[in-house]
Nanobody
Framework: VQLQASGGGSVQPGQSLRLSCVASGRSFSDLSTGWFRQAPGKEREMVAAISRNGVTTWYPDSVKGRFTISRDDAATTVYLQMSSLKPEDTAVYYC?????????WGQGTLVTVSS
């Protein structure tokens, strides 16, 4: 499974960004997908996950109500819509896919939230 993430950038607090991650190499419908992030000096943490059928989503409390994960199976793409961004959301964001117990990672895209 290959994952190519894009959409990071620098924004001010309160603004929005949408990350995209295109998957290839396996049938997209077989993949559970999600997003992690890693801030400087901190451990990588999951910030969103979506089931293979797109019905079930999960978010930690830190982003719930601000982040929305979605997937487009026809485009083999998973999205992370981030709104009301805060400086503490600054991190490298990684898309991830889970297939039969094996986790695959994209290359990471940097999101910087600063005034």
């Amino acid at each position: 499974v290959q994952l190519q993430a894009s959409g990071g950038g620098s924004v001010q607090p309160g603004q929005s960004l949408r990350l995209s991650c295109v998957a290839s190499g396996r049938s997209f419908s077989d993949l559970s997908t999600g997003w992690f992030r890693q801030a400087p000096g901190k451990e990588r943490e999951m910030v969103a996950a979506i089931s293979r059928n797109g019905v079930t989503t999960w978010y930690p409390d830190s982003v719930k109500g601000r982040f929305t994960i979605s997937r487009d199976d026809a485009a083999t793409t998973v999205y992370l819509q981030m709104s009301s961004l805060k400086p503490e959301d600054t991190a490298v964001y990684y898309c991830t896919a889970l297939l039969r117990g094996t986790r695959y990672w994209g290359q990471g895209t940097l999101v910087t939230v600063s005034s």
